[in-house]
């Protein structure tokens, strides 16, 4: 599970999204968590603060 967290967080990053609806937009090219499963591992409801996460890797 971690594995896969990490590598939506680095999706985040290389694909620039700037916004949860262009996330969104790429799960079904990707093999990557929901939206809602980022919010939950990372503890926040805030897409935003998961983008900052994403960018510190």
């Given amino acids: ?3 896969i ?4 967080l680095l999706m985040i990053k290389n694909l620039d999204i700037k916004c949860e609806g262009d996330y969104n937009l790429i799960l079904n090219d990707y093999l990557i968590l929901t ?5 939950y591992i990372s503890q926040t ?5 998961i983008i900052k996460i994403a960018n510190e890797i």
């Fill in 1 to 3: 599970m971690k594995e």
């Fill in 35 to 39: 939206s809602e499963s980022l919010k």
């Fill in 5 to 8: 967290y990490q590598k939506s």
């Fill in 45 to 49: 409801r805030s897409f935003k603060e």
